[in-house]
């Protein structure tokens, strides 16, 4: 069997708060997008992963892995199974890959072997893996809070053209947070202005509310670069999702200048990529 596994972008990005454990707390509105993917699942004796991408981990520092023990442990199932990753979502990026592969992963495995979880339960497996997996279990659009495991549903994004690129360098997450704890006394919260604006259902009122900390306090050299480039093309917004290093604009959705950019953009950066919001 196989799945789709859809990244996703963080429409609007809040650090609240730090619990006493080190952990973050955040405000944010996340939304699944077309690049994807492709996980496959085949009944085994044990848990082994291939993939098509070099310098991903085969072993237990790989979600895919990790959700596939914890399916087994949670549902007691003495069985294994045999998962093949053709990557596309690119890795260090802020776009959600390991964590959609984790839920294309207990999907998969609630399909094969015919346990026929709910959905809530498939994301409190998926919470042991990682913070946005209960999200790519459900897709969709949702505000995510706490740690990123509190959801509520929303509305998705209206129809629209959507280029991401995903810079050379990639970002570590342990330091992107490091420089949030550095720089981020005086960081705006604005996700209740993206909140108002998915409402509205207005384009470019939700591409003006585009807002991300980590964005905020970057300092990688590609991004205000990238960004004048989406926005010379007519893009209604730009921003860096998750805590990067993917950047991306959103356009309106009949705009042919959307694809004109995305071979700009690769032309400069090798990779990147048009695609739209989908929903759950």
Known sequence: MKAKAFAKINLSLDIVGKRADGYHLLRTVMQSV???DTVWAEKDAGISLSCTA?????DEKNTAVRAARVFFSETGISGGVQLKIEKKIP???GLGGGSADAAAVLRLLDALYETKL???ALCRM?????ADVPFCVRGGAALAEGIGEKLTPLKPMPACN????RPQEGVCTAAAYALIDRLGQNIPETTDQMLCALREGVVPKIGNALFNAFDYVSNAASLPAIKAVMKAFGAF???MSGSGSAVYGIFA??????EQCRKALQAQYGTAFLCHPVGE
């Open 118 to 120: 709910s959905t809530e």
């Open 91 to 93: 890795m260090q990026a």
């Open 126 to 130: 998926g919470e042991a893996v990682g």
């Open 162 to 165: 959507l280029v991401i690129v």
């Open 34 to 36: 077309s690049l994807y």
């Open 237 to 239: 917004g730009a921003c």
């Open 54 to 58: 070099e310098g991903v981990p085969l």
């Open 253 to 258: 959705p009949d705009d042919l200048h959307a």
